[in-house]
């Protein structure tokens, strides 16, 4: 199946690196909440775990659409994953240095720079699948 894929190698890295990073999380979300409160997130009540279990059902979601899509190799269900993953991770990386996490393994300017990374190498591989997507959509004018 990725052999004969359209969707280059490193691009299917990346987002199986993605659903790891959305694995961890959702695991710290639902079963980890001593991480949680060592990064300095309250866990008091009603309200503070209804948005923990609130971001990580979203989570979930994009974690299974993420890897249903990784399998089809479909192009354009990537750049709707992909333009997914710009979104979060670009939002993430103006939120994490201006609300850092107490007890954070890194420095707020660290962790922008591992975010720029990220979205970087997010935006270049929408951008490759895009040119990889274009040539199969003029052929499937063609054919009609």
């Known amino acids: ?27 710290w979300f639902y079963f980890d909440h001593a991480t949680l409160l060592g990064y300095g997130i309250s866990i008091g009540g009603a309200p503070d775990l209804n948005v923990i279990y609130s971001t990580a059902g ?32 670009g939002q993430e990386m103006l939120i ?25 190498l997010e935006i270049a591989a929408f951008l490759s699948v895009i040119k990889r997507a274009k040539p199969m959509d003029s052929r499937a004018r063609a054919a009609q």
Request: net charge neutral; aromatic share 10%; no cysteine.
């Open 1 to 27: 199946m990725f052999k004969s894929s359209p969707i280059p190698l490193w691009v299917n890295l990346l987002m199986a690196m993605l659903i790891a990073f959305m694995g961890i999380q959702i695991f």
């Open 58 to 89: 979203r989570l979930v979601a994009m974690t299974a659409v993420t890897i249903i899509v990784l399998f089809t190799q479909n192009p354009h269900q990537i750049l709707v994953v992909l333009g997914m993953s710009i979104l979060r991770e």
């Open 96 to 120: 994490d240095p201006l609300f850092p996490y107490a007890n954070a393994p890194a420095s707020p300017l660290a962790d922008f720079g591992v975010h720029v990374v990220i979205v970087a």
